[in-house]
Nanobody, 122 residues
Framework: VQLQAYGGGLVQAGGSLRLSCVASEGTLSTYVMGWFRQSPGKEREFVVSIGRGGYSTKTAESVNGRFTASRDNAKNTVYLQMNSLKPEDTAVYYC????????????????WGQGTKVTVSS
């Protein structure tokens, strides 16, 4: 599966942004999907994962209550809705996929898209 993320940009603190990730050359419904992010000088970190049917999610503590993942398998697209953004959310965001187990296995992601940059100004 090939992944392409969209939707990054510049937003003020407290604002919202929605990222999209479109899958091609594969059927999205067979994959657990995830979002990760990487800030300058930091390691890539897990943000959220979502099960194949879209009913189960696992969310990092740092974004819990602010970020929500959803998916539309008919459109082969996964979304990350980001609300109440903070300057520390500034990062390059990546979508990823795996088909090696349940949604809560965050270290099983094998397929990665290119990142989309999110900048939150204070």
């Amino acid at each position: 599966v090939q992944l392409q993320a969209y939707g990054g940009g510049l937003v003020q603190a407290g604002g919202s942004l929605r990222l999209s990730c479109v899958a091609s050359e594969g059927t999205l419904s067979t994959y657990v999907m995830g979002w990760f992010r990487q800030s300058p000088g930091k390691e890539r970190e897990f943000v959220v994962s979502i099960g194949r049917g879209g009913y189960s999610t696992k969310t990092a503590e740092s974004v819990n209550g602010r970020f929500t993942a959803s998916r539309d398998n008919a459109k082969n697209t996964v979304y990350l809705q980001m609300n109440s953004l903070k300057p520390e959310d500034t990062a390059v965001y990546y979508c990823a996929a795996h088909d090696r187990g349940p949604y809560y296995l965050t270290d099983h992601f094998d397929f990665w898209g290119q990142g989309t940059k999110v900048t939150v100004s204070s």
